[in-house]
T-cell receptor, first 112, second 112 residues
Framework: KAGVTQSPRYLFKTRGQQVTLSCSPISGHRSVSWYQQTPGQGLQFLFEYFSETQRNKGNFPGRFSGRQFSNSRSEMNVSTLELGDSALYLC???????????FGSGTQLSVL | GEDVEQSLFLSVREGDSSVINCTYTDSSSTYLYWYKQEPGAGLQLLTYIFSNMDMKQDQRLTVLLNKKDKHLSLRIADTQTGDSAIYFCAESRGTNAGKSTFGDGTTLTVKP
């Protein structure tokens, strides 16, 4: 079974631009979560989608948004990029029983 | 809010046992997790324990949970150089691993 796949692996953007990150969950998984990982703040929960609906949301500004498609693939969008948005963005899908989380390798976003 | 704390660094000799500790504050935590992150990779779920258990063993890994003190530990027996990585403790409520709270990670260095 293929794992969680994220694309692209690396992104370089400048301040003020916007960016879209993509995530494909493990086949059959319906829940997709997004996390931001930085050296200073650690792993911070962004949001979770289940069956195309946002089920949970973390404490991030409205510039961070996401969506999920009918095939459970998810995208995350960050608008008006700031230098502080530079981070590793991790996507994860939950097992059907909701007990386990499986992570992708992440997208490393650098805002210059 | 919920908080998960871990010591930042641990160094051991190859062949010794490693013990990584974690404390959490949320008494409603249902599942407690241990993840491993190697450089340039996402998080890999190592093991997890339900809150009504006090111990779980999985090959070289032993998880101990003291629910009264909200203390979780991960023991790695016969530690190898390949175990060098960052280890994250996390907790979730209910069967919703998608919204987990993570500690800042413990960097384990295994010296030959």
């Amino acid at each position: 079974k293929a794992g969680v796949t994220q694309s692209p692996r690396y992104l370089f953007k400048t301040r003020g631009q916007q960016v879209t990150l993509s995530c494909s969950p493990i086949s059959g998984h319906r829940s997709v979560s997004w996390y931001q990982q930085t050296p200073g703040q650690g792993l911070q929960f962004l949001f979770e989608y289940f069956s195309e609906t946002q089920r949970n949301k973390g404490n991030f500004p409205g510039r961070f948004s996401g969506r999920q498609f009918s095939n459970s693939r998810s995208e995350m969008n960050v608008s008006t990029l700031e230098l502080g948005d530079s981070a590793l963005y991790l996507c994860a899908s939950s097992s059907l029983d909701g007990e386990k989380l499986f992570f992708g390798s992440g997208t490393q976003l650098s805002v210059l | 809010g919920e908080d998960v704390e871990q010591s930042l660094f641990l160094s051991v000799r190859e062949g010794d046992s490693s013990v990584i500790n974690c404390t959490y504050t949320d008494s409603s935590s249902t599942y407690l997790y241990w993840y491993k992150q190697e450089p340039g990779a996402g998080l890999q779920l190592l093991t997890y324990i339900f809150s009504n258990m006090d111990m779980k063993q999985d090959q070289r890994l032993t998880v101990l949970l003291n629910k009264k003190d909200k203390h979780l530990s991960l023991r790695i027996a016969d530690t190898q150089t390949g175990d060098s990585a960052i280890y994250f403790c996390a907790e979730s409520r209910g069967t919703n691993a998608g919204k987990s709270t993570f500690g800042d990670g413990t960097t384990l260095t295994v010296k030959p």
